[in-house]
């Protein structure tokens, strides 16, 4: 398979708006922040799998650049869009973003999202690694399509539920797994250990399988492999760290793996973009030994 | 506190750079504004003086392994490694789109050797749709003394005359601040010929990691950039105004109007808005809306008015 | 994510600087504490390995013109002028008091020529108290130079060897970081004989006011520090760490026991504590008494441990 | 007069706590904040004319340095020392602090404040200048001694009378004189125009009169020449800027008027130091030509 078939195309019709911080607070686990901006409409409906760049207004004066972060939930409510964010504090500006609880600067929608394959769906999260996947498996119960939902993280005050996050059931016949490494909730193993699961891999028997991951990069490779064994086709969101999420700064390089295909309107035969070619990618395009 | 305006017209923005003149002085800086094309569907670039390109050098670079950008207190380092699509992929690809801009377009121009500069030049001397060369004086050398290979006032001279008698069209040296006299430096490209100069560069800088023992950029070192820098590069562009009689387009830090009038005021004939432009793409042209209002409000006339206006007392400049 | 504490037992802080032996690696920068003694009553210095005096020089000086200081992102700009009371007060009136304190006690000397500092160091070793001479090698010299005078690698050698010849006491050449190649000059005070070089000084930076249209320091350009610098100051210590033998005190923006420890890992055998004393004048205590327990977090068992403990690829440090 | 003789004997207990911010304000002019830390009873009691360095705690990343702010009011009530801090936010030091809505660091208290005569006391207050003046006027009314308080300002918006600040009455025989440039509140002048008034001549009649000042530059240089001309002393309020507040970094430096006694222990002899010299100085011994 040609790594551009599962690409979706990309939809670079950002805007850069303020919006009106609705919610903005520590989930139980005490681990992870969920935010709830409200946008105009003007704003365009994000793909699941797309991100921003989100920054507080306005900005205290020793932050600079804005966050990227994937866009969580999306929904439209009177004259607004709103869009929801599940993020981890773990510097200063994912703390400057905690603290701002009056107007966050949104720059968006960005990127490549996920591209809807017909067989059956995989989804993977890995810890905070859900926030996309919660709004890819609202967009397909709203289609009203099945999907595998395998949720894992370190522990239970990790793990977030898309419930946590307000999203709705999903379709009928759709699997949800949770797994923790301590076993505090869920299975207790890892999240692909859930491939097991009988319900699970009967979808390997029908068509066109597809996984659909995003967590740590060793997460992102290891569906890769799981994906190579069944057959499966993925389409991983990469993380990198991005200066401006635009493609005008050259940061947010994933070497590419030796070998694989490279576009002709490629802008870099050695690296994939991130915030341009990617996120989302098939987990065979990127060279892990070499990703960041 | 605010002084009252002393005029309600509109101050006048021409900004005349030796041989080129552009409708104001707000330019997008080299490698922050991807080739200057990227966003044209999307931004009114006609509200801007002119873009420089990513900088070009003569075969495709892949640039350095990431990280490739890591924030700091009021800054940013980075380190790209002059990534880009090489002369030829620019002439095919990029010129055809950067030529129909509707502003200046500066070609920003890397080499390791003068040699590598004159067939860049050369070559480009084929096309249209360039107002001019800025010259990337800090692109290192890897063979010969790294970044400090153009540190050296006689290669400068000789590089900058042996390109200003290839082209017709405007001759920048845009030059490292890491240097004990960026002052000899500029004069040096003024006594071959360049029609401005460029400052500042990125300086040079490092952050580590404490919990892998590594450095968080791919490469040892990086360039910083953003508000953490301006005072530097205001010295810098101080100090080389007063030192040569060619333009000085001036930049380092730029994020508000009065950033860019500050940088008049200190010398500079023109700014260059550079990381701001990774915040919101639209950074250089929200400030070249606000140039005329802002000059008017602090009584002046014009950019050219404000140009170096700041009292020079005697003595050197560097005083501590 | 911090790692899991890798032993319990305190680190071994002991900080070996050639001939000197510190308590700890931590240093209060000249300039920023004022002589060293102004707050001993209250203020326990032997958690400190040592205070740098306010740079002394043969005759007192009145300093410059104010404002003298103005905060800039991350950072602030100094024009204080070298303000000293002269090396007859800094004997009669400072020395004694100096000589009681509990730690290191190390006098900067600024002087405007070879000279000038060879009499310092001769009028000093008369006295006691002393445990070494930082030399402030980016003191202007207001007829030759200016701040640039001293950014001179052969006059720095034989500067240094004058003065070593002169002493039994350490002696550390302070550098100017606004040179083109600090390993350089630190090679060339290393040649010459000195014991540490301590980096980074100040850089030269600016800040303007636009409705006066005047510089906001009394003179036209000041000296920037704090953490805007600390980029810089990373680069500049891991460079000329690698470059020479002697033991290098780095210093630039450290505000936290983890920036201490991001100095060390890229070369420096100590550290210097500056600005951060005027937000809270025990921050050098308190970043002392921090650092033992930070080390042992992160696995290393003594200071002497983490001292260049980051990789260092293949080829020049400096890649962009 | 010696220069020494008027001023207050250096106090140079400091100490650096964390407060919490019991209220901080615009207060109805909308041109100045009020400010009240809750300090620990330790905290030294700080004299009228000293001041503090202030910060927000947590401090914003891009801030780097505390600012100066003299104490406008203080008193004990339960364990605490309660500051109160009259200030306008001008740049970003001042914007940080209004934005600080919960814990301020003070480092304090600092410098020599206003020595206490025994004669009349005319207390010049030139816009936000007032704060120092408020707290010297409530320690005579504590002694029930009467003051003339001069209180000018631009406009009415401009001028805080200590009852904004919540002090307490003055002693009786006080005067109490409001002046505003454009006369939108009190008498229409420049505030020195009120040393005209009756009862504020009756005052320069007795012996020790001394003026207390704290204001622009322009005004303390005014009250130095009103002063010479009633053969009364001075103490003014200084203003520079500081990094430090302790005298470690020397950048608060005024210079000395030419010719003024220079005290053997000055460690300056051309200038004075701000923060350990004054603020509060005697008018006659700066060089106001080349004051900042
Ligand atoms: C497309 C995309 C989508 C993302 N979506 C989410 C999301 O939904 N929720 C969420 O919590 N985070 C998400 N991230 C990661 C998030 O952007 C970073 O955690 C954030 O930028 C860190 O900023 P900071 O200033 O707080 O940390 P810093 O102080 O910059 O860094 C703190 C630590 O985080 C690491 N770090 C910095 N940037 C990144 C990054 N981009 N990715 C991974 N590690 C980083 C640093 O190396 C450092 O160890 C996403 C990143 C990308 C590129
Ligand atoms: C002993 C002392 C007591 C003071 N008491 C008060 C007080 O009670 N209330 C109050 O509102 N202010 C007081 N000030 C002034 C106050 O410290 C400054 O307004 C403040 O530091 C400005 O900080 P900023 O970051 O907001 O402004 P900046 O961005 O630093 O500067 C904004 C403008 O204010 C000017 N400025 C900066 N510092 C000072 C200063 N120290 N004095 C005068 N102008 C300055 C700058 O030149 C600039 O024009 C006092 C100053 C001193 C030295
Ligand atoms: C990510 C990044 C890439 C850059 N690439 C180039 C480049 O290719 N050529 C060049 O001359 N300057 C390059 N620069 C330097 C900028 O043009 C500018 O000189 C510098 O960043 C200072 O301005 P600023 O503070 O406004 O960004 C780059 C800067 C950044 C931050
Ligand atoms: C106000 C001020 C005064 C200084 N005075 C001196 C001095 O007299 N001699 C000297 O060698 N360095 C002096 N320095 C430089 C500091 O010692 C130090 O090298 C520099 O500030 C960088 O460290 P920092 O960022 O921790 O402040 C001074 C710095 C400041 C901010
Ligand atoms: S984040 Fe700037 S190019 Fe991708
Ligand atoms: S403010 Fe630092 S010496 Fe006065």
Redesign the pocket.
Known sequence: MSAESTLAPPKSSWIEVEGGVVRNQLLPGKRHHYAVIELPASFPAPLAGQFAMLGPSPSPSGLLLKR?MSVARAWREADHLYLGFLYTVVGSGTQALARARERWTVLGPLGRGFPLSQGPRILVAGGRGVAPLVLLAEECARRGEAVAFLNGARNAAELIAPEDLGAGAFAEGSVLLETTEDGSRGRQGRVLDALDDPRVRALFAKPGAMFYSCGPHGLLEAVGHAARERKASTSVALE??????????????IPRAPGAPVPAEASNTSFL????DGPCVPADTVDWKNAP | MSPTPTQTASADLTTRLGPLTLANPIVAASGTFGYGDEFADRIDLSHLGGVVTKTVTLLPRAGNPPHR?VETPAGMLNSIGLENVGLAAFRTKKLPRLAQLPCAVIASLGGETPEELTRLVEALEEESGLQGYEINFSCPNVKAGGARYWANAKLLESTCASLKSRTRRSLWAKLSPNVTDPAEMARAAEAGGADAVTLVNTFVGTAVDLATRSFKLGRPTGGLSGPAIKPLALAQVYEVSGAVQIPVVGMGGIASVDDVLEFLLVGASAVQVGTAH?LTPSAGVRLAERVAQRLSELGFASVHAMVGAIGRPAGGPIAE
Not at chain 1, 240 to 253: D, K, L
Not at chain 1, 273 to 276: K, M, P
Request: charged share 5%; aromatic share 4%.
């Open positions: 990227p990198a760290h991005m200066a401006c999420g635009t493609g005008i700064c050259r940061s947010c390089v973009l991130a915030c341009l | 950008i990774f």
